[in-house]
């Protein structure tokens, strides 16, 4: 394991990616004397964002079943800001150099892969803000892939739990659900450095999110 | 491009890599990154902020971070990094003194399979978008002062019109000026320091003695560096 896959780290540190498991409170909770391993003093945008106002225990699935799970989980908060995690430091040329040299050859594609659900009209997905580079949200009955030239709408809408994966490259934008290419965008442009994004929408809780892990792949 | 073994190939892939700068002071290995700028790294470390890279061995003093993102992906002709600013005169950064002295390199020997490194290398990406001074006290390399023997190994600064590896004693005139990012990189060697930027040689000084170890340290006057991500690793 990279200390980029470690969510205090993502401020200062090298990798192909970063990657954060939301398993307990206190990451979300503020930096303290007694409680040194807060986000928010290790330059996240937790406060401010008015993200992730719980991390809430799961423990009702079953062993490792994807169609009965109840995973451990960030949960966004009703009334908050939007969130962003950081600063940005993904996608433009400056990581794609560190990733070259950390991978040993080219990085051909950026992967946002996710494990999430989403309630009331929550979203997740790179940019600043709903339309600035690429995420998914509710349409009405259906869900869209979101960037700033328009949506392209797919499938339907649900609150379950899915593995959402973003895969960018010089020929655009392709959004995968469980594995399956459900959409595609052009590549925006001007967005970039970008990093991890969600909305909060109208109901509660939402969105919420497992894991990610967003990285360069050659 | 270059292959770094230390970094993929290599029996120890994924050893000795320390990849954040809170441990490039208690981390023994062959690579050591800062990347990924924000301003809690440069902001006082405290109960409230245990990221702050002063907690952590570094010197920092008065560096802003700077974020950006209008460029496009992956490209390097529209590229708008997230970046550390130093702007101010006596603005500067510091790590840990370190880097190039036998213990430095006998450490990195063990996560190169068993073979001493025959280099230090400083990689960074970063610009000097302030750069019509020719002054000594504008630098980024290896050193801990301004242009002296006594504590400058090898340091890139602005003479006025061109880029300019300053080693105390000795010095090489490389490309002229410009406020672009760029990669830059210094290699020391035994007998010859040589540097580049973006891939290309700009020419060589001997390499400094009786200096090592020292830290990388930027520390500006009236020009401005800009550094987005920076490498230190040593090479067979």
Redesign the interface.
């Known amino acids: 394991m990279r200390a980029m896959h470690i969510p205090q780290f993502h401020g200062g540190g090298a990798g192909i990616g970063v990657a954060a498991r939301f398993g307990h409170a206190d990451l979300v909770a503020a930096a303290s004397v007694t409680n040194q391993s807060g986000l928010q003093g290790w330059s996240w945008h937790v406060a401010s964002g008015g993200w992730a106002a719980a991390v809430v225990e799961g423990g009702g699935g079953d062993f490792m079943s994807a169609a009965d799970t109840d995973p451990t989980r960030a949960s966004g908060s009703v009334g908050g800001n939007n969130f962003a995690e950081m600063n940005a430091m993904i996608g433009d040329y400056a990581s794609f150099l560190i990733a070259q040299r950390l991978l040993g050859e080219t990085p051909r594609q950026l992967v946002l892969d996710m494990y999430a659900r989403m309630q009331g009209g929550g979203g997740i997905g790179l940019g600043n803000s709903l339309a600035d580079v690429a995420v998914v949200q509710q349409s009405g009955a259906n869900w869209a892939l979101v960037t700033p030239t328009g949506n392209t709408a797919f499938g339907t809408y649900d609150n379950a739990w899915h593995n959402w994966m973003f895969v960018l490259d010089s020929a655009g934008v392709t959004l995968l659900l469980d594995g399956t290419t459900v959409a595609t965008r052009a590549l925006p442009l001007d967005r970039f450095p970008t990093w991890i994004f969600t909305k909060i929408g109208a109901a509660n809780p939402t969105p919420e999110v497992a894991w990610y892990d967003c990285r360069w792949e050659a | 491009?270059p292959?770094?073994p230390q970094?993929?190939?290599s029996p120890n892939a994924?050893l000795g890599?320390i990849?954040?700068?809170?441990?490039w002071a208690g981390g023994a290995g062959r690579s050591y990154?800062?990347?990924?700028?924000?301003?809690?790294?440069v902001t006082v470390a405290a109960?409230?902020?245990?990221?702050g890279?002063d907690g952590w061995g570094w010197v920092i003093t008065s560096v802003a971070?700077v974020?950006?993102?209008?460029?496009?992906?992956?490209?390097?002709a529209?590229?708008?990094?997230?970046y550390l600013q130093l702007t101010t005169a006596a603005d500067s950064f510091r790590s840990p003194r370190i880097f190039g002295d036998y213990a430095g390199a006998l450490a990195a020997k063990k996560f190169l399979d068993d073979t001493m490194p025959t280099k230090l290398v400083l990689e960074f990406?970063g610009a000097f978008p302030v750069n019509g001074t020719n002054e000594a006290t504008t630098f980024i390399g290896f050193a801990d002062g301004a242009n002296s023997t006594a504590t400058c190994a090898a340091a890139i600064r602005s003479n006025g019109a061109n880029f300019v590896l300053e080693g105390g004693a000795v010095s090489d005139v490389g490309a002229a000026l410009d406020a672009n990012?760029h990669?830059f990189r210094i290699e020391v060697g035994s007998a010859t320091t040589e540097w580049f930027i973006d891939d290309v040689s700009q020419g060589t000084i001997a390499t400094q003695t009786d200096l090592w170890p020292l830290p990388v340290k930027a520390l500006v006057n009236l020009n401005d560096i800009y550094v987005?991500?920076m490498?230190v690793r040593y090479e067979v």
Do not use: I, K, Q, R
């Open positions: 491009m292959v770094f970094d993929n190939a994924g890599v990849d954040v700068p809170h441990f990154w800062f990347a990924n700028p924000h301003a809690d790294l109960a409230t902020n245990p990221t890279l971070v974020e950006t993102g209008t460029g496009d992906f992956m490209s390097s529209d590229n708008t990094p997230t990406y990012f990669l987005t991500w490498n």
